[in-house]
Protein backbone atom coordinates (compact mmCIF):
# COMPACT_ATOMS: atom_id res chain seq x y z
CA UNK A 1 0.00 0.00 0.00
CA UNK A 2 1.69 3.40 -1.02
CA UNK A 3 1.60 5.96 1.40
CA UNK A 4 1.10 8.60 -1.36
CA UNK A 5 -2.23 10.78 -1.52
CA UNK A 6 -3.23 9.26 -4.64
CA UNK A 7 -5.59 11.66 -6.93
CA UNK A 8 -8.23 8.76 -7.95
CA UNK A 9 -11.30 8.71 -6.12
CA UNK A 10 -12.03 5.73 -4.05
CA UNK A 11 -15.16 4.29 -2.31
CA UNK A 12 -16.07 1.52 -0.01
CA UNK A 13 -18.89 0.36 1.90
CA UNK A 14 -18.64 1.89 5.83
CA UNK A 15 -21.13 -0.30 6.74
CA UNK A 16 -20.86 -4.00 8.03
CA UNK A 17 -21.42 -6.56 4.86
CA UNK A 18 -24.77 -8.77 4.86
CA UNK A 19 -28.17 -8.01 5.25
CA UNK A 20 -29.32 -4.96 7.22
CA UNK A 21 -32.16 -1.51 7.29
CA UNK A 22 -29.34 0.47 5.82
CA UNK A 23 -25.98 0.40 3.70
CA UNK A 24 -23.30 3.49 3.87
CA UNK A 25 -20.81 4.02 1.00
CA UNK A 26 -18.37 6.58 1.42
CA UNK A 27 -17.07 8.47 -1.43
CA UNK A 28 -13.35 10.51 -1.35
CA UNK A 29 -11.76 12.25 -3.93
CA UNK A 30 -12.03 15.68 -5.29
CA UNK A 31 -15.34 16.67 -7.84
CA UNK A 32 -16.60 13.47 -6.50
CA UNK A 33 -19.88 14.67 -6.41
CA UNK A 34 -20.17 16.63 -9.93
CA UNK A 35 -19.31 12.91 -11.13
CA UNK A 36 -22.40 11.13 -9.49
CA UNK A 37 -24.86 14.12 -10.33
CA UNK A 38 -25.92 13.36 -13.56
CA UNK A 39 -26.76 9.84 -11.98
CA UNK A 40 -28.93 11.43 -9.73
CA UNK A 41 -32.76 12.47 -10.09
CA UNK A 42 -32.35 16.21 -9.96
CA UNK A 43 -36.10 17.70 -10.41
CA UNK A 44 -37.01 16.58 -6.58
CA UNK A 45 -34.59 14.96 -4.53
CA UNK A 46 -31.42 17.11 -4.78
CA UNK A 47 -31.43 20.94 -4.56
CA UNK A 48 -28.77 21.41 -7.40
CA UNK A 49 -27.16 24.75 -8.13
CA UNK A 50 -25.71 25.67 -11.98
CA UNK A 51 -22.33 26.45 -12.36
CA UNK A 52 -20.97 27.85 -15.42
CA UNK A 53 -20.63 24.85 -17.14
CA UNK A 54 -24.03 23.34 -17.98
CA UNK A 55 -23.70 20.00 -17.50
CA UNK A 56 -21.84 20.31 -14.21
CA UNK A 57 -23.43 20.61 -10.78
CA UNK A 58 -22.80 21.52 -7.43
CA UNK A 59 -24.02 20.07 -4.27
CA UNK A 60 -24.18 22.63 -1.13
CA UNK A 61 -21.71 21.51 2.13
CA UNK A 62 -23.77 19.81 4.88
CA UNK A 63 -26.64 18.60 2.96
CA UNK A 64 -28.33 15.75 2.98
CA UNK A 65 -30.83 14.61 -0.07
CA UNK A 66 -33.18 12.39 -0.74
CA UNK A 67 -32.89 11.11 -4.17
CA UNK A 68 -33.13 8.06 -7.08
CA UNK A 69 -29.54 6.87 -7.59
CA UNK A 70 -29.34 5.50 -11.47
CA UNK A 71 -27.34 3.65 -13.54
CA UNK A 72 -25.43 4.14 -17.11
CA UNK A 73 -29.00 2.43 -18.74
CA UNK A 74 -31.31 4.94 -16.84
CA UNK A 75 -32.46 2.21 -14.75
CA UNK A 76 -33.10 3.07 -10.91
CA UNK A 77 -30.62 1.60 -8.87
CA UNK A 78 -32.16 2.82 -5.26
CA UNK A 79 -34.07 5.41 -3.63
CA UNK A 80 -30.76 6.81 -1.45
CA UNK A 81 -29.97 9.42 0.91
CA UNK A 82 -26.86 11.63 -0.32
CA UNK A 83 -24.88 13.68 2.08
CA UNK A 84 -21.93 15.57 0.81
CA UNK A 85 -19.12 17.45 2.59
CA UNK A 86 -16.43 19.83 0.67
CA UNK A 87 -13.03 19.77 0.84
CA UNK A 88 -11.50 20.54 3.13
CA UNK A 89 -14.21 20.24 5.88
CA UNK A 90 -14.29 16.68 5.57
CA UNK A 91 -13.15 13.31 7.39
CA UNK A 92 -10.39 12.81 4.76
CA UNK A 93 -9.95 16.66 3.77
CA UNK A 94 -11.32 15.89 0.19
CA UNK A 95 -14.69 16.28 -1.15
CA UNK A 96 -16.87 13.45 0.37
CA UNK A 97 -20.28 12.05 -0.49
CA UNK A 98 -21.81 9.23 1.22
CA UNK A 99 -24.92 7.54 0.04
CA UNK A 100 -27.20 6.14 2.17
CA UNK A 101 -28.79 3.05 0.58
CA UNK A 102 -31.24 -0.19 1.13
CA UNK A 103 -29.32 -2.62 2.94
CA UNK A 104 -29.47 -5.38 0.08
CA UNK A 105 -25.86 -6.88 -0.78
CA UNK A 106 -27.46 -7.04 -4.60
CA UNK A 107 -28.21 -3.24 -4.42
CA UNK A 108 -24.75 -2.58 -2.41
CA UNK A 109 -23.09 -4.25 -5.64
CA UNK A 110 -24.95 -2.46 -8.13
CA UNK A 111 -23.87 0.94 -6.54
CA UNK A 112 -20.54 -0.28 -6.85
CA UNK A 113 -20.32 -1.45 -9.89
CA UNK A 114 -21.72 2.25 -10.81
CA UNK A 115 -19.03 4.08 -9.32
CA UNK A 116 -16.07 1.82 -10.58
CA UNK A 117 -17.49 2.76 -14.07
CA UNK A 118 -17.48 6.29 -13.20
CA UNK A 119 -13.37 5.53 -12.83
CA UNK A 120 -13.33 5.09 -9.10
CA UNK A 121 -11.72 2.19 -7.07
CA UNK A 122 -12.64 0.30 -4.14
CA UNK A 123 -10.89 1.71 -1.23
CA UNK A 124 -8.00 -0.49 0.48
CA UNK A 125 -8.13 -0.99 4.25
CA UNK A 126 -8.08 2.10 5.96
CA UNK A 127 -7.26 4.60 3.26
CA UNK A 128 -9.98 6.82 4.21
CA UNK A 129 -8.02 7.52 7.17
CA UNK A 130 -4.71 7.70 5.74
CA UNK A 131 -5.67 10.16 3.56
CA UNK A 132 -6.98 12.13 6.77
CA UNK A 133 -3.71 12.07 7.99
CA UNK A 134 -1.84 12.83 4.83
CA UNK A 135 -4.25 16.16 4.48
CA UNK A 136 -3.27 16.84 7.80
CA UNK A 137 -6.68 16.49 9.39
CA UNK A 138 -5.65 14.15 12.24
CA UNK A 139 -1.96 13.18 13.37
CA UNK A 140 -0.97 9.28 13.69
CA UNK A 141 -2.16 9.19 17.48
CA UNK A 142 -5.81 10.04 16.54
CA UNK A 143 -5.53 8.00 13.60
CA UNK A 144 -4.26 4.65 16.11
CA UNK A 145 -7.31 6.06 18.09
CA UNK A 146 -10.05 6.14 15.36
CA UNK A 147 -8.87 2.12 15.09
CA UNK A 148 -9.25 1.53 18.65
CA UNK A 149 -12.29 2.89 19.00
CA UNK A 150 -13.73 0.49 16.38
CA UNK A 151 -12.07 -2.77 17.89
CA UNK A 152 -12.63 -1.96 21.38
CA UNK A 153 -13.92 -4.82 23.35
CA UNK A 154 -14.31 -2.94 26.38
CA UNK A 155 -15.34 0.27 28.30
CA UNK A 156 -11.83 1.09 29.82
CA UNK A 157 -10.74 0.52 25.87
CA UNK A 158 -13.58 3.04 24.53
CA UNK A 159 -12.53 5.59 27.02
CA UNK A 160 -8.66 5.60 26.13
CA UNK A 161 -9.55 5.48 22.67
CA UNK A 162 -11.64 9.12 23.17
CA UNK A 163 -8.98 10.37 25.16
CA UNK A 164 -6.09 9.94 22.44
CA UNK A 165 -8.63 10.95 19.57
CA UNK A 166 -9.55 14.07 22.10
CA UNK A 167 -5.61 15.21 20.99
CA UNK A 168 -4.22 14.48 24.71
CA UNK A 169 -1.19 12.16 23.06
CA UNK A 170 -0.55 14.92 20.42
CA UNK A 171 -0.80 17.88 23.19
CA UNK A 172 1.23 16.53 25.99
CA UNK A 173 4.25 15.51 23.25
CA UNK A 174 4.25 18.66 22.04
CA UNK A 175 4.73 20.13 25.26
CA UNK A 176 7.60 18.16 25.31
CA UNK A 177 9.10 19.16 22.37
CA UNK A 178 8.86 22.23 23.01
CA UNK A 179 10.52 22.10 26.47
CA UNK A 180 13.48 20.03 24.45
CA UNK A 181 14.12 22.99 22.05
CA UNK A 182 13.67 25.74 24.82
CA UNK A 183 16.96 23.74 25.80
CA UNK A 184 18.23 23.23 22.34
CA UNK A 185 18.45 26.85 21.93
CA UNK A 186 21.35 27.34 24.70
CA UNK A 187 23.73 24.89 23.42
CA UNK A 188 23.19 25.80 20.06
CA UNK A 189 23.85 29.46 21.18
CA UNK A 190 27.38 28.24 22.18
CA UNK A 191 27.78 26.63 18.56
CA UNK A 192 26.90 29.60 17.16
CA UNK A 193 28.43 32.44 19.42
CA UNK A 194 31.80 33.36 21.39
CA UNK A 195 31.79 33.26 25.65
CA UNK A 196 32.18 36.55 25.34
CA UNK A 197 29.02 37.11 23.28
CA UNK A 198 26.24 35.24 25.36
CA UNK A 199 28.35 34.04 28.63
CA UNK A 200 30.65 31.27 30.05
CA UNK A 201 29.08 27.35 28.64
CA UNK A 202 28.17 25.23 31.69
CA UNK A 203 26.34 22.53 30.69
CA UNK A 204 25.50 21.15 34.05
CA UNK A 205 23.15 24.09 34.46
CA UNK A 206 21.02 22.35 32.02
CA UNK A 207 20.99 18.98 34.08
CA UNK A 208 18.16 19.52 36.02
CA UNK A 209 15.71 20.62 33.63
CA UNK A 210 16.70 17.58 31.44
CA UNK A 211 16.21 15.08 34.61
CA UNK A 212 12.47 16.43 34.67
CA UNK A 213 11.74 15.95 30.86
CA UNK A 214 13.12 12.36 31.12
CA UNK A 215 11.01 11.38 34.10
CA UNK A 216 8.01 12.56 32.35
CA UNK A 217 8.88 10.62 28.85
CA UNK A 218 9.42 7.88 30.90
CA UNK A 219 6.13 8.34 32.64
CA UNK A 220 4.52 8.48 29.61
CA UNK A 221 6.26 5.36 27.84
CA UNK A 222 5.43 3.43 31.25
CA UNK A 223 1.47 4.70 30.82
CA UNK A 224 1.15 2.03 27.90
CA UNK A 225 0.96 -0.95 30.01
CA UNK A 226 -1.80 0.95 32.68
CA UNK A 227 -3.69 1.20 29.16
CA UNK A 228 -3.18 -2.15 28.44
CA UNK A 229 -4.56 -3.33 31.53
CA UNK A 230 -7.48 -0.94 30.60
CA UNK A 231 -8.24 -2.28 27.30
CA UNK A 232 -7.93 -5.99 28.13
CA UNK A 233 -9.57 -5.43 31.26
CA UNK A 234 -7.89 -6.68 35.30
CA UNK A 235 -7.20 -10.28 35.45
CA UNK A 236 -9.37 -11.16 38.37
CA UNK A 237 -8.84 -14.80 40.23
CA UNK A 238 -10.40 -16.48 42.48
CA UNK A 239 -8.77 -18.88 44.29
CA UNK A 240 -8.74 -21.13 47.73
CA UNK A 241 -9.61 -24.33 49.21
CA UNK A 242 -12.66 -26.33 47.68
CA UNK A 243 -15.71 -25.71 49.10
CA UNK A 244 -14.92 -22.23 50.03
CA UNK A 245 -17.46 -20.87 47.95
CA UNK A 246 -15.31 -19.36 44.91
CA UNK A 247 -17.68 -20.59 42.46
CA UNK A 248 -21.14 -19.16 44.42
CA UNK A 249 -19.31 -15.87 44.84
CA UNK A 250 -17.90 -15.70 41.25
CA UNK A 251 -22.22 -16.48 39.76
CA UNK A 252 -23.13 -13.65 42.39
CA UNK A 253 -20.81 -11.00 40.70
CA UNK A 254 -22.11 -12.21 37.24
CA UNK A 255 -25.57 -12.56 38.37
CA UNK A 256 -25.86 -15.37 36.60
CA UNK A 257 -25.44 -19.61 36.97
CA UNK A 258 -22.05 -19.47 34.86
CA UNK A 259 -20.05 -21.97 37.39
CA UNK A 260 -21.00 -25.04 38.60
CA UNK A 261 -21.91 -25.18 42.62
CA UNK A 262 -22.36 -28.18 44.37
CA UNK A 263 -21.65 -29.18 48.18
CA UNK A 264 -18.82 -31.81 46.79
CA UNK A 265 -15.29 -30.52 47.26
CA UNK A 266 -12.97 -30.34 43.67
CA UNK A 267 -16.71 -29.25 41.57
CA UNK A 268 -14.93 -26.78 39.57
CA UNK A 269 -11.56 -28.99 37.86
CA UNK A 270 -10.74 -25.98 35.02
CA UNK A 271 -9.93 -22.06 34.71
CA UNK A 272 -13.89 -20.69 34.10
CA UNK A 273 -13.71 -17.33 32.61
CA UNK A 274 -16.15 -14.71 32.21
CA UNK A 275 -16.09 -10.60 31.86
CA UNK A 276 -17.03 -8.17 34.29
CA UNK A 277 -17.59 -4.75 34.21
CA UNK A 278 -18.13 -2.73 37.94
CA UNK A 279 -19.05 0.75 36.88
CA UNK A 280 -17.59 1.14 33.66
CA UNK A 281 -14.08 -1.03 34.75
CA UNK A 282 -13.66 -4.12 33.37
CA UNK A 283 -12.24 -7.20 34.84
CA UNK A 284 -11.36 -10.43 33.32
CA UNK A 285 -12.59 -12.95 36.17
CA UNK A 286 -11.94 -16.56 36.90
CA UNK A 287 -13.33 -19.67 38.68
CA UNK A 288 -10.37 -22.11 39.48
CA UNK A 289 -10.14 -25.35 41.19
CA UNK A 290 -9.84 -25.98 44.73
CA UNK A 291 -5.99 -25.81 46.29
CA UNK A 292 -5.64 -28.91 48.11
CA UNK A 293 -3.32 -32.31 48.26
CA UNK A 294 -5.02 -34.99 45.96
CA UNK A 295 -4.27 -37.72 43.78
CA UNK A 296 -6.81 -37.10 40.91
CA UNK A 297 -4.71 -36.92 37.94
CA UNK A 298 -7.27 -34.40 36.45
CA UNK A 299 -8.10 -32.26 39.40
CA UNK A 300 -4.16 -32.01 39.41
CA UNK A 301 -4.02 -30.53 36.25
CA UNK A 302 -6.81 -28.25 37.52
CA UNK A 303 -4.97 -26.61 40.51
CA UNK A 304 -1.59 -26.44 37.97
CA UNK A 305 -4.10 -24.40 35.99
CA UNK A 306 -5.15 -22.20 39.04
CA UNK A 307 -1.43 -21.54 40.19
CA UNK A 308 -0.82 -20.07 36.80
CA UNK A 309 -3.72 -17.94 36.63
CA UNK A 310 -2.61 -16.94 40.59
CA UNK A 311 0.66 -15.59 38.93
CA UNK A 312 -0.17 -13.95 35.78
CA UNK A 313 -3.49 -12.10 37.72
CA UNK A 314 -3.75 -8.56 38.47
CA UNK A 315 -5.96 -9.16 41.17
CA UNK A 316 -6.30 -12.09 43.46
CA UNK A 317 -9.63 -13.05 45.55
CA UNK A 318 -8.54 -15.42 48.04
CA UNK A 319 -11.86 -16.94 49.13
CA UNK A 320 -12.10 -18.68 52.94
CA UNK A 321 -14.80 -20.50 54.88
CA UNK A 322 -13.65 -19.69 58.24
CA UNK A 323 -16.08 -22.94 59.10
CA UNK A 324 -13.78 -25.19 57.83
CA UNK A 325 -10.69 -23.59 60.28
CA UNK A 326 -9.41 -26.51 62.57
CA UNK A 327 -8.44 -25.80 66.43
CA UNK A 328 -10.17 -22.50 66.10
CA UNK A 329 -6.55 -20.97 65.38
CA UNK A 330 -8.78 -18.54 62.66
CA UNK A 331 -5.43 -15.99 61.83
CA UNK A 332 -3.48 -19.50 60.90
CA UNK A 333 -5.89 -20.78 58.95
CA UNK A 334 -6.33 -17.54 57.00
CA UNK A 335 -2.35 -17.25 56.61
CA UNK A 336 -2.41 -20.69 55.31
CA UNK A 337 -4.72 -19.92 52.65
CA UNK A 338 -2.52 -16.77 51.39
CA UNK A 339 0.50 -18.88 51.56
CA UNK A 340 -1.12 -21.71 49.69
CA UNK A 341 -1.73 -18.99 46.71
CA UNK A 342 2.41 -18.56 46.20
CA UNK A 343 1.66 -14.91 48.80
CA UNK A 344 3.18 -14.20 51.95
CA UNK A 345 1.56 -11.49 53.86
CA UNK A 346 4.93 -9.33 53.34
CA UNK A 347 4.42 -10.22 49.61
CA UNK A 348 4.52 -6.79 47.35
CA UNK A 349 1.21 -8.34 45.53
CA UNK A 350 -0.46 -8.05 48.86
CA UNK A 351 -2.04 -5.08 47.75
CA UNK A 352 -3.93 -6.64 45.18
CA UNK A 353 -5.02 -9.51 47.10
CA UNK A 354 -9.08 -9.42 48.56
CA UNK A 355 -9.02 -11.31 51.45
CA UNK A 356 -13.09 -13.05 51.49
CA UNK A 357 -14.76 -14.27 54.08
CA UNK A 358 -17.61 -16.58 52.68
CA UNK A 359 -20.73 -17.82 54.14
CA UNK A 360 -21.19 -14.79 56.68
CA UNK A 361 -24.59 -15.79 57.69
CA UNK A 362 -23.88 -19.95 58.39
CA UNK A 363 -20.90 -18.30 61.37
CA UNK A 364 -22.19 -18.53 65.20
CA UNK A 365 -21.75 -15.56 66.94
CA UNK A 366 -18.48 -16.61 68.36
CA UNK A 367 -17.08 -17.28 65.04
CA UNK A 368 -18.20 -13.90 63.96
CA UNK A 369 -16.26 -12.48 66.49
CA UNK A 370 -13.16 -14.46 65.59
CA UNK A 371 -13.28 -12.99 62.40
CA UNK A 372 -14.05 -9.51 63.02
CA UNK A 373 -11.04 -9.39 65.26
CA UNK A 374 -8.44 -11.07 62.40
CA UNK A 375 -10.41 -8.69 59.79
CA UNK A 376 -9.11 -6.30 62.25
CA UNK A 377 -5.46 -7.15 62.88
CA UNK A 378 -5.32 -8.34 58.93
CA UNK A 379 -5.83 -4.45 58.13
CA UNK A 380 -3.75 -2.64 60.20
CA UNK A 381 -1.30 -5.17 57.78
CA UNK A 382 -2.73 -3.16 55.31
CA UNK A 383 -4.70 -6.53 53.98
CA UNK A 384 -8.12 -5.83 52.22
CA UNK A 385 -10.95 -7.90 53.78
CA UNK A 386 -14.29 -8.04 52.77
CA UNK A 387 -17.32 -10.30 54.22
CA UNK A 388 -19.74 -12.21 51.86
CA UNK A 389 -23.38 -14.43 52.65
CA UNK A 390 -24.66 -16.91 50.97
CA UNK A 391 -26.76 -15.07 49.68
CA UNK A 392 -25.79 -14.04 46.13
CA UNK A 393 -27.16 -10.11 46.62
CA UNK A 394 -24.57 -9.69 49.04
CA UNK A 395 -21.26 -8.87 47.35
CA UNK A 396 -21.79 -4.96 47.67
CA UNK A 397 -18.71 -4.77 49.63
CA UNK A 398 -16.73 -6.85 47.51
CA UNK A 399 -17.73 -5.02 44.25
CA UNK A 400 -16.76 -1.64 45.85
CA UNK A 401 -12.75 -2.88 46.60
CA UNK A 402 -13.10 -4.12 43.61
CA UNK A 403 -13.93 -1.12 41.88
CA UNK A 404 -11.24 0.78 44.43
CA UNK A 405 -8.37 -1.36 43.43
CA UNK A 406 -8.88 -1.04 39.54
CA UNK A 407 -8.45 3.00 39.95
CA UNK A 408 -5.22 2.45 42.09
CA UNK A 409 -3.71 0.06 39.47
CA UNK A 410 -4.87 2.31 36.75
CA UNK A 411 -4.47 5.49 38.34
CA UNK A 412 -8.05 6.19 37.43
CA UNK A 413 -8.41 8.52 40.80
CA UNK A 414 -5.36 10.89 40.47
CA UNK A 415 -7.15 13.73 40.59
CA UNK A 416 -5.22 14.87 36.89
CA UNK A 417 -6.39 12.92 33.36
CA UNK A 418 -2.87 11.81 31.66
CA UNK A 419 -1.78 10.84 28.36
CA UNK A 420 -2.23 6.99 28.17
CA UNK A 421 -0.40 5.75 25.16
CA UNK A 422 -2.59 3.47 23.00
CA UNK A 423 0.46 1.30 21.03
CA UNK A 424 3.34 -0.76 21.81
CA UNK A 425 4.35 2.03 18.55
CA UNK A 426 4.33 5.34 20.69
CA UNK A 427 5.82 3.07 23.52
CA UNK A 428 8.68 2.62 21.38
CA UNK A 429 9.02 5.74 20.28
CA UNK A 430 9.13 7.55 23.37
CA UNK A 431 11.33 5.10 25.21
CA UNK A 432 14.10 5.92 22.54
CA UNK A 433 13.09 9.51 23.16
CA UNK A 434 13.84 9.07 26.82
CA UNK A 435 17.29 7.20 26.00
CA UNK A 436 18.26 10.31 24.02
CA UNK A 437 17.78 12.49 26.89
CA UNK A 438 19.13 10.09 29.37
CA UNK A 439 22.75 9.95 26.87
CA UNK A 440 22.52 14.13 26.75
CA UNK A 441 22.15 14.05 30.77
CA UNK A 442 25.48 11.82 31.03
CA UNK A 443 27.05 14.40 28.88
CA UNK A 444 25.96 17.61 30.40
CA UNK A 445 27.37 15.72 34.03
CA UNK A 446 30.66 15.45 32.36
CA UNK A 447 30.91 19.08 30.76
CA UNK A 448 30.99 18.02 27.05
CA UNK A 449 31.14 20.06 24.00
CA UNK A 450 27.32 21.16 23.00
CA UNK A 451 27.48 20.09 19.15
CA UNK A 452 27.20 16.68 21.34
CA UNK A 453 24.48 17.38 23.36
CA UNK A 454 22.25 19.78 21.07
CA UNK A 455 22.84 16.52 18.45
CA UNK A 456 21.30 13.92 20.97
CA UNK A 457 18.02 16.68 22.05
CA UNK A 458 17.84 17.06 17.88
CA UNK A 459 17.28 12.91 18.05
CA UNK A 460 14.96 13.18 21.33
CA UNK A 461 12.59 15.54 19.40
CA UNK A 462 12.56 13.38 16.42
CA UNK A 463 11.57 10.35 18.56
CA UNK A 464 8.72 12.30 20.08
CA UNK A 465 7.54 13.67 16.71
CA UNK A 466 7.25 10.23 15.44
CA UNK A 467 4.96 9.63 18.07
CA UNK A 468 1.90 11.83 16.27
CA UNK A 469 3.43 10.91 12.78
CA UNK A 470 5.51 13.99 11.91
CA UNK A 471 8.83 11.95 10.81
CA UNK A 472 7.47 8.36 9.27
CA UNK A 473 8.85 5.41 6.85
CA UNK A 474 6.30 3.99 4.28
CA UNK A 475 6.70 0.45 5.95
CA UNK A 476 5.24 2.19 9.19
CA UNK A 477 2.26 3.85 7.96
CA UNK A 478 1.07 0.79 5.57
CA UNK A 479 1.60 -1.58 8.81
CA UNK A 480 -0.55 1.06 10.58
CA UNK A 481 -3.12 1.38 8.35
CA UNK A 482 -3.57 -2.23 7.02
CA UNK A 483 -5.10 -3.23 10.03
CA UNK A 484 -7.96 -0.57 10.01
CA UNK A 485 -11.69 -1.81 8.54
CA UNK A 486 -12.51 -0.80 4.82
CA UNK A 487 -14.63 1.62 4.40
CA UNK A 488 -12.62 3.53 7.77
Known amino acids: MAIANEAQTIFAQSTARGRSAIALHRISGSGCHNVLAPFLKRN ?43 SPNSYTGEDTLEIASHGNPLISAQIHALLRQLDMRDARPGEFTQRAFLNGKIDLTRAEAIDQLIHADTVGGIELARDAN ?38 RRQTQELREIQSTIERLASSFENGLKMREGLKLVFAGEPNA ?44 AGLRETTDTVEKLGIKKTISSISDADVVCCIVDPQHSENGNLRNFVKRNIQNLGLGLDSERISSLVLTFTKSDQWSPKLAQEVADVIAELKNENLICVRCSSASADVDELKLQLINIYDLITNRNSGVKSPILISSRQRDKAKLASTAIHDAIHLT ?16 CQHLGEVIGEVGTEDVLNSIFANFCIGK
Do not use: W
Open 44 to 86: FTVQIKKTKTENSFELAHGTARYCNLYDFSGKVIDDCVITFYR
Open 245 to 288: GKSSLYNALLGTDRAIVTDVPGTTRDVVEDRLVLEGRDFVILDT
Open 445 to 460: EKGDFPEKIASLLVLA
Open 166 to 203: SGMISEHTDALRLRIISLMAYFEAHIDFAEDEIGTYDS
